[in-house]
């Protein structure tokens, strides 16, 4: 469950931040003693305004390392999926596919982020990323220009997925499946992707139960 990014960080994870506010407290407690001894009662009452400001720090600091933990094991919010650009996006599908069991190198094409994984039975992904800036164009030599990639060719089982943040058009599925089956993600399924739901579930025709053996 944990792989699949449905728990939140492990003990070790969060360790070093709780061991830290701990220590933190024990030498504020020890403070107060000794501002109570030099002080008076005025001098607890200091620490007590200080410990309001330790706690006010400390909780987002956690929450902030919460968040990023969570990030670097592959699992994302819509809303931080919808803020990232290409590169973001590039970046966190590789921190995704590595959460569910994929070995992910990124191979930048013509200046356009691209990944390329392999999980462990085998099976190749080659991960492009939907530039919807781009206007489409049917004469191009490879499909239209939002989806323009110059594919890998002569790799057996290669499968070929184009991840896009919103919606594609007809135009573009119908390329998607001239181009000999390309899986796209769009975005509802990205953002079931991010929040944790493995690839091989999404119903990606070739993906889908594709863990009991390959396509």
Do not use: C
Request: net charge positive; aromatic share 6%; no cysteine.
């Amino acid at each position: 469950m944990r792989e699949q990014g449905r728990y939140g960080p492990g003990l070790a994870e969060v360790l070093p931040a709780i061991a830290g506010f701990a220590v933190g407290a024990a030498v504020l407690v020890l403070l107060l003693v000794q501002s109570y001894r030099v002080f008076g009662a005025g001098g607890p009452a200091l620490g007590l305004v200080l410990l309001a400001l330790l706690v006010a720090v400390a909780v987002p600091g956690l929450r902030w390392r919460r968040v990023a933990v969570r990030r670097r094991g592959g699992v994302y919010t819509p809303a931080e999926i919808e803020v990232l650009d290409d590169d973001g996006l590039a970046a966190a599908a590789e921190r995704i596919l590595r959460r569910d069991g994929w070995r992910v190198i990124a191979m930048p094409s013509r200046g356009r982020p691209r990944l390329f994984a392999r999980d462990r039975g085998g099976r190749l992904l080659d991960v492009g990323f939907h530039a919807g800036d781009e206007p489409a164009d049917e004469d191009t030599r490879t499909g239209p220009a939002t989806l323009r990639m110059e594919w890998r060719t002569g790799v057996d089982d290669l499968v070929r997925v184009v991840i896009n943040k919103g919606a594609y058009s007809a135009e573009d599925v119908r390329w998607a499946a001239r181009r000999g089956g390309v899986r796209l993600i769009d975005g509802p399924r990205l953002r079931r992707w991010a929040a944790g739901t493995p690839l091989d579930d999404l119903g990606l025709p070739g993906l889908d139960g594709a863990r009991h053996g390959r396509p």
